[in-house]
T-cell receptor, first 114, second 115 residues
Framework: QKEVEQDPGPLSVPEGAIVSLNCTYSNSAFQYFMWYRQYSRKGPELLMYTYSSGNKEDGRFTAQVDKSSKYISLFIRDSQPSDSATYLCAMTRISSGSARQLTFGSGTQLTVLP | DGGITQSPKYLFRKEGQNVTLSCEQNLNHDAMYWYRQDPGQGLRLIYYSQIVNDFQKGDIAEGYSVSREKKESFPLTVTSAQKNPTAFYLC??????????????FGPGTRLTVL
């Protein structure tokens, strides 16, 4: 069983829809959570970063963490065709100040149709 | 213009050859990483380095080698011992101090194809 599970999709939604992307994890040592967006043939770019249970909002994006259920989500409001990309969740253990090893989900491919 | 650069963008290798992928950053980050991405498998860590002249194996280091002679540079060599090297290779870096130590910033990637 993988430490981080993510539905690969593909997921297609109409423009303006609310998108929900999810990851589950099995290791309770994970404390820091990130969402990356990756356009085709490009490197991932950091979208959201959070370390506490609850919601964190940034524009049209909301990251949600439920540590008791080991479940994280990314919501995209008013989705746009430019949001079409692969979304990767990533997480890491409590830091000791040294280089962090991120554990990634396999990514969900999202297409927003105009 | 700060960031991470990787070269070349596309690389073709014949069986039995070693090839070196370049990664340079001007973000003054201490830590650097190499990942491999295959379809449907997410990113897997090959090697990482916290400081110059020091590096650690990741989950899939076999068939790869790295060096860290300068803070800005972390080249990856894919050796002939790597049995299935065709993949998308991503370099990343992160600061060691401050609130953003957990976040890694990625380069544009190198797509390696074995002929």
């Amino acid at each position: 069983q993988k430490e981080v599970e993510q539905d690969p999709g593909p997921l297609s939604v109409p423009e303006g829809a609310i998108v929900s992307l999810n990851c589950t994890y099995s290791n309770s040592a994970f404390q820091y959570f990130m969402w990356y967006r990756q356009y085709s043939r490009k490197g991932p770019e950091l979208l959201m970063y959070t370390y506490s249970s609850g919601n964190k909002e940034d524009g049209r994006f909301t990251a949600q963490v439920d540590k008791s259920s080991k479940y994280i989500s990314l919501f995209i409001r008013d989705s746009q065709p430019s949001d079409s990309a692969t979304y990767l969740c990533a997480m890491t253990r409590i830091s000791s100040g040294s280089a962090r090893q991120l554990t990634f989900g396999s990514g969900t491919q999202l297409t927003v149709l105009p | 213009d700060g960031g991470i650069t990787q070269s070349p963008k596309y690389l073709f290798r014949k069986e039995g050859q070693n090839v070196t992928l370049s990664c340079e950053q001007n973000l003054n980050h201490d830590a650097m990483y190499w990942y491999r991405q295959d379809p449907g498998q997410g990113l897997r860590l090959i090697y990482y380095s916290q400081i110059v002249n020091d590096f650690q194996k990741g989950d899939i280091a076999e068939g790869y080698s790295v060096s860290r002679e300068k803070k800005e540079s972390f080249p990856l060599t894919v050796t002939s011992a790597q049995k299935n090297p065709t993949a998308f290779y991503l370099c990343a870096s992160s600061p060691q101090q401050g609130a953003s130590t957990d976040t890694q910033y990625f380069g544009p990637g190198t797509r390696l194809t074995v002929l």
